[in-house]
């Protein structure tokens, strides 16, 4: 038997935007309060929303449709020269998946190293146990830390959520003094891999966001899909043009107070 959930959505006031200084932003939230199903997550991922720690949110500017919902059918994924490269680079590495709840001192000390020396200018900056709770292990039960090891060091981390048509790529981090790795991309291509052998389709990356250049590297995972502001998903073999963005940006649909999922 289904049932319907009717969900409170709430708008921010405009505010500085993280992803472009010089534009203003509002975020649209769902009710705090909801709890949260492992059912509707997937649906909400599915109509373009994010999680950050226990709030979920989509972008909902009035002047700007630059954030869009990006997410990779791994099906039909390829690794290209360079990212086959990256897998033979870490063929070294070891996999484990534990319960973001779960996290360890180490966990901590690995992110907090890597703020500290990549995100300096970032919104997390500067890092604390306090913000590293609330951010990554709070917020949705099927949250977890697809953990990277170098023998008995580790040297990455992948926090994802697990939807019932694929992951969703919550945050990850990983050890600074091994840049030349590529493990930013090389946990991308991990977790494509992992779904590959699970039989789910999707892999959600985020937004993103053509004018921000640190978003840029999500369009080399190709083909991928863009949620559009007209609510729908569509499929790219490569990033769009100037004239292709337009054109998916264009068609809006005016932000819903309620809407409904279904689930079992």
Request: net charge positive.
């Amino acid at each position: 038997m289904s049932k319907q959930t009717d969900i409170g959505l709430f708008i921010t006031p405009p505010h500085p935007c993280s992803y472009l200084p010089e534009k203003s932003a509002r975020m649209l939230f769902v009710d705090p309060s909801l709890t949260v199903s492992g059912g509707l997550m997937s649906e909400l991922s599915r109509q373009g929303y994010r999680r950050s720690g226990n709030y979920l949110y989509r972008p909902e500017c009035k002047h700007c449709a630059q954030c869009l919902s990006l997410r990779i059918p791994v099906d039909e994924f390829k690794p290209g020269r360079t990212q086959r490269k990256i897998i033979n680079k870490n063929a070294d590495l070891t996999q484990r998946l534990v319960p973001s709840s779960k996290a360890r001192a180490a966990h901590y000390r690995l992110y907090e190293r890597y703020i500290n020396q990549r995100h300096v200018d970032g919104d997390m900056y500067p890092p604390s146990q306090d913000q590293f709770a609330k951010f990554l292990m709070h917020g949705f039960e099927q949250s977890f830390f697809m953990e990277f090891w170098l023998s008995s060091q580790l040297v990455g981390v992948a926090v994802i959520d697990v939807l019932d048509d694929g992951l969703s790529a919550v945050y990850s981090f990983y050890d600074p003094a091994l840049n030349s790795r590529s493990l930013g991309t090389y946990m991308i291509l991990a977790q494509i891999n992992w779904l590959t052998r699970i039989k789910k389709t999707h892999l959600y990356l985020g937004y993103w966001v053509p004018d921000a250049p640190k978003m840029r590297y999500k369009s080399r995972f190709t083909p991928f899909e863009l949620f559009s502001p007209g609510g729908d998903w569509q499929r790219f073999e490569q990033a769009p043009t100037t004239a292709q963005f337009h054109q998916i940006t264009q068609r809006r649909s005016e932000p819903q107070v309620f809407f409904s999922s279904t689930e079992s």
